[in-house]
T-cell receptor, first 109, second 115 residues
Framework: SQQGEEDPQALSIQEGENATMNCSYK?????LQWYRQNSGRGLVHLIL?????REKHSGRLRVTLDTSKKSSSLLITASRAADTASYFCATANAGKSTFGDGTTLTVKP | DTGVSQDPRHKITKRGQNVTFRCDPI?????LYWYRQTLGQGPEFLTYFQNEAQLEKSRLLSDRFSAERPKGSFSTLEIQRTEQGDSAMYLCASSPGSGEPGELFFGEGSRLTVL
C-alpha cells in the first residue's frame, strides 16, 4: 500500500476559488513533496517542504506540514482552469519517495 | 532538450512477450527511479539506482522484472513473459546527489498495453 493518502479523492471548484488538498502519511519522513500530473503525462514537481519546516509558499501555492499529526495540506489560491490536474503528495524516506493516490482537481471556467 | 526521456512512449504487446523500456535521465543526475502507475492510482515504486548500483527493488516486483543502469547513465526496464496485469504507465525519474531524495524530474512515461 502507498505511504500517503490524499483527501479528498476528487475536488471540483469554480475558477477563482481556492482549492485545498490534504495528505496523511504513516511513517517518519525527511521531506514531503507535492507533484502535479496532467492526464497521460509525467509528474511535475511543485514544492518540497522539509520535516523541520511548518509552512512554505511558492506563487499561488501554500503548503503546510504537521509532523505531529503526520499530515500536510496544499492550498492553491485563485484557481484557474489550467490548474485542472491530479495532485500527489510524496514522502521521502530511506532514499526513495513514496506517493499517495492523489486528488483529482477540476476547475470549471 | 535536457529533460528525462523515455522510449517507447507506447507499447502494445501480446501476453507472454518480453518488453524493454529505456530511460535517459538528466545527464548530471546520479539517481534514477522507476515507478509504475495504473489508472486512478499514484506512482508505485519499483526500483532505484545510485549511479550504476541498484540500491533497492520493491518486494512487489516479481522476478519477471529486471532493471539495469550499466554505466550509470541510461537505464532499461525489462519485463519478461508479460501478463495482462502488467498493463500500466511506467515512469522514470531522476534526481541529483545522494541522501534523501529532493525534487524528482519525471519523464513522460512509457504506456504498456498487454493484450
Amino acid at each position: 500500500s502507498q505511504q500517503g493518502e490524499e483527501d479528498p479523492q476528487a475536488l471540483s471548484i469554480q475558477e477563482g476559488e481556492n482549492a485545498t488538498m490534504n495528505c496523511s502519511y504513516k511513517t517518519s519522513i525527511n521531506n514531503l513533496q507535492w507533484y502535479r500530473q496532467n492526464s497521460g503525462r509525467g509528474l511535475v514537481h511543485l514544492i518540497l517542504i522539509r520535516s523541520n519546516e511548518r509552512e512554505k509558499h511558492s506563487g499561488r501555492l501554500r503548503v503546510t506540514l504537521d509532523t505531529s499529526k503526520k499530515s500536510s495540506s496544499l492550498l492553491i489560491t485563485a484557481s484557474r482552469a489550467a490548474d485542472t490536474a491530479s495532485y500527489f503528495c510524496a514522502t521521502a524516506n530511506a532514499g526513495k519517495s513514496t506517493f499517495g493516490d492523489g486528488t483529482t482537481l477540476t476547475v470549471k471556467p | 532538450d535536457t529533460g528525462v526521456s523515455q522510449d517507447p512512449r507506447h507499447k502494445i504487446t501480446k501476453r507472454g512477450q518480453n518488453v524493454t523500456f529505456r530511460c535517459d535521465p538528466i545527464s548530471e543526475h546520479n539517481r534514477l527511479y522507476w515507478y509504475r502507475q495504473t489508472l486512478g492510482q499514484g506512482p508505485e515504486f519499483l526500483t532505484y539506482f545510485q549511479n550504476e548500483a541498484q540500491l533497492e527493488k520493491s518486494r512487489l516486483l516479481s522476478d519477471r522484472f529486471s532493471a539495469e543502469r550499466p554505466k550509470g547513465s541510461f537505464s532499461t526496464l525489462e519485463i519478461q513473459r508479460t501478463e495482462q496485469g502488467d498493463s500500466a504507465m511506467y515512469l522514470c525519474a531522476s534526481s541529483p546527489g545522494s541522501g534523501e531524495p529532493g525534487e524528482l524530474f519525471f519523464g513522460e512515461g512509457s504506456r504498456l498495453t498487454v493484450l
